[in-house]
């Protein structure tokens, strides 16, 4: 996992309402908009006509580097920042609670210049026997349950000891179960045995786990997030590298739900693998018009700079068509030397394109890419370049689409490509080692909801739009 890696965010959202529900009934608020990770939210009064007079709300400052996505449920927005703390703010800015989760220092052999890592999972909020309550992977390797109105903690379960095993995983929630994801501190001093685990969501208890490596080598690290298929009873998670070069490494697994047994499983193929060649993003579940009928669908992308789409119900028998998001070009020049291709996509919808991020060197500048596919070929219906490196999930909202390019947040036409509004980040005083400053980067994904469109930057700001 490179250094760029560290944004998956997750590990590692889109959200505020959708369409899933929880294990009672109610609304699901999730990363990447649902527990299918369509990245979609259909629930947003920004559109095409007014998102060009977008200008910001409010703002909150003064945490660490968020790479979490905002999580938003009623009249909150959740956030977790690197200094170990969830918070809750109102939608109008105004701090409601904030809870330690703990840290993960920074292991001694590390060579990367980054300092202790606190929560860098985005957040589910949903109900158990009506009562509202946040999950959420802390800094200290422990899986949290906390009261969604005040913060306090209603169980914690600890799924790896600290630094080396860190939750950049976001929760999935399905059927009264949390499924969360362990990896490592960024393979620092080394990887660790990659796991899913599957815990009681009233409880804390821990009712099953899977590991990738059957064949006990140490590694295939899940940094990205389980997506749900609940008609299917099936989970996707997405594998990193290992140490012994198995068949489980940088891979897509389909699981099942119950009982975390191996469904399918596909890798990615030797002749693509590069260094440290993470199968990083967070699966994607779509739709497909092909041979006059519907297939069901499964995508994400690899650190190889290759989108791949399968049939989600038989991943063995590979992909059913390929998009390269970062060619060879970008994949060994200098300007986007440690940058990767692990940002998740988003789907609207039946007959909605799928919508990909990718990268693309550019003289000594390293570009981002965002490029919308029609879900039964992968063929290109636009491309266009932002002013720079997507490391979050794309967002989705009725006619708009919605990244982090570098410092710059970017709203673009889903019909197009056009871009709406640009936002970009204030210069400020991070030193890059030259004596000068830069813009800090977005390295989580924005998030729609009703009125606003919020995200968090590297520099700690919690930022909302609205037109």
């Known amino acids: 996992m490179a250094l760029a890696a560290l944004v998956i965010l997750t590990g590692g959202v889109t959200s505020g309402c959708s369409s899933s529900a929880d294990s009672s009934g109610g609304p699901l608020a999730t990363y990447h908009g649902d527990s299918a990770r369509t990245g979609f939210t259909a629930h947003s009064s920004i559109t095409p006509a007014n998102a060009g007079s977008l200008v910001q709300a409010w703002g909150v400052g003064g945490s660490a580097t968020i790479s979490a996505q905002p999580i938003v449920a009623g009249n909150s927005v959740y956030w977790g920042d690197w200094n170990g703390f969830e918070h809750a703010t109102s939608t109008e800015g105004k701090s409601l609670w904030s809870t330690s989760?703990?840290?993960?220092?920074?292991?001694?052999s590390c060579p990367f210049p980054l300092g202790n890592l606190g929560v860098t999972s985005s957040a589910t909020v949903g109900t158990v026997d009506g009562h509202s309550e946040l999950w959420v992977g802390g800094g200290g390797g422990q899986l949290y349950a906390l009261d969604a109105s005040t913060g306090s903690v209603l169980w914690h379960t600890q799924l790896g000891a600290p630094p080396e095993n860190v939750l950049w995983s976001s929760p999935a929630l399905l059927n009264g179960s949390i499924y969360e994801g362990v990896a490592s501190w960024n393979d620092c001093p080394g990887v660790v045995y990659g796991k899913v685990f599957r815990v009681n969501a009233a409880t804390g208890d821990i009712q099953g786990v899977f590991s990738p490596e059957r064949h006990r080598c140490v590694g295939g690290g899940i940094w990205s997030s389980p997506?749900?298929?609940?008609?299917?009873?099936?989970?996707?998670?997405?594998?990193?590298?290992?140490?012994?070069?198995?068949?489980?490494?940088?891979?897509?697994?389909?699981?099942?739900?119950?009982?975390?047994?191996?469904?399918?499983?596909?890798?990615?193929?030797?002749?693509?693998?590069?260094?440290?060649?993470?199968?990083?993003?967070?699966?994607?579940?779509?739709?497909?018009?092909?041979?006059?009928?519907?297939?069901?669908?499964?995508?994400?992308?690899?650190?190889?700079?290759?989108?791949?789409?399968?049939?989600?119900?038989?991943?063995?028998?590979?992909p059913v068509w390929t998009h390269i998001v970062e060619d060879s070009h970008s994949l060994t020049s200098k300007a986007c030397e440690d940058l990767n291709t692990i940002s998740s996509s988003a789907w609207s919808g039946a007959g909605a394109a799928v919508v990909v991020a990718g990268l693309q060197a550019s003289g000594s500048a390293c570009l981002g890419t965002v490029a919308a596919l029609d879900p039964a070929t992968g063929g290109v219906v636009w491309q266009v370049t932002v002013p720079g490196p997507i490391l979050g999930a794309v967002s989705e909202a009725p006619g708009l689409v919605a990244v982090g390019a570098a410092s710059t947040l970017e709203v673009l036409s889903s019909a197009t490509g056009a871009t709406l509004f640009t936002y970009p980040e204030p210069q400020s005083s991070h030193d890059t080692g030259d004596g000068y400053g830069e813009p800090y980067w977005f390295w989580g994904p924005p998030t729609f909801s009703q009125t606003t469109l919020y995200i968090g930057n590297q520099d700690g700001n919690l930022r909302a739009f609205r037109p």
């Open 227 to 318: 997506t749900v298929d609940v008609a299917a009873n099936a989970l996707y998670v997405t594998t990193g590298n290992d140490d012994c070069n198995s068949p489980e490494q940088n891979s897509i697994f389909r699981l099942d739900a119950t009982t975390l047994a191996v469904e399918s499983h596909w890798q990615t193929p030797a002749n693509r693998l590069v260094t440290d060649a993470d199968f990083g993003a967070t699966p994607t579940l779509f739709t497909a018009g092909i041979g006059g009928s519907t297939h069901e669908m499964v995508g994400a992308e690899a650190k190889d700079g290759v989108y791949y789409a399968f049939d989600r119900n038989d991943l063995g028998a590979g």
């Open 101 to 108: 989760l703990g840290l993960a220092p920074k292991p001694d």
